[in-house]
């Protein structure tokens, strides 16, 4: 099962020569999944030669401009092709209104259908046959959620020594017991899954944050992430700053990694404008400092999300 991630953009407040605002893509099998459409999204989807046209949900963060600008752009590039699936789209209050006066401004020509459902608080908004997706709450200067991709357990390994000894011959019984059913042989034994099978193995986690204020609990929604993608605007040293300004340094994004538990890699992203590309290094340093497993975002960079075990 196939699941990657894209950094679309990775700048924040405003787009630079060579960064693009605040976007991630996942793509897990047939599936896409958007968080934010920051201005320039529709350009790095093309450059990445991405099927934009298979995106089935996409998740805002908040209602500032640098993570919604690119969204008209998308609903109306969705519009060139037969699109028959429904667009789901999930964020804070007023995403609706947002939408609807741009397609009724703008005179959108849409032709499919656009579901948007508009979030308060900390819910499952998206849920697969063996994944789901979350949102949960951060700190703003406006109403914003992170969110969190994660599949469920799989099951254990199957030993075919173990089930022949078992007396489960050779065929469905076999597969029965590796979708965790019990089965009865003909002699009227029954056999158990955990009988012919290891223990369950965990699935995979992507975790996003962006435009928070620090704070200790943002820990527990990102524990056991794969890939952790967060926001780190600002070196340490401008701490005051990101509190006032409601966001976060490198060395704090770094933090939340540590505390969480299990975290295999973060990636900073939403970078303010005043470092060009050569002085992030101090946001990387600053970072790994903290957590050694840490890698600065750049625009259309892929991350591959491999299982463990």
Known sequence: MNLEAFVLGSGGMMPLPYRQLTSMLVRREGELFLFDAGEGTQVSIRRLNLRWKKITAIFISHMHADHV???????MLSSQVDREEPLYIFGPPRLAEYIEQNRRLLDMYINYDIVVREISDREVVWQGEDYSI??????HTKMCFGYALEESPRPGIFYPDKAMSQGVPRGPLWSELQSGKTVTLSDGREVRPSEVMGEPRSGRKFSYVTDS?????IAKEVSNSDLFICEGMFEHGLVDSAIEKRHMTARQAAQIAQDAGNVKQLGLIHYSPRYADRELKVLLEEAREVFPNTVLTKDRMRFPIEFID
Not at 134 to 139: D, G, I, S, Y
Not at 213 to 217: C, G, I, N, R, V
Request: charged share 15%; aromatic share 16%.
């Open 69 to 75: 600008t690119g969204l008209p752009g998308i609903l």
């Open 134 to 139: 979350r949102a949960f709450p951060l700190k």
């Open 213 to 217: 204020l620090y704070f200790p609990e």
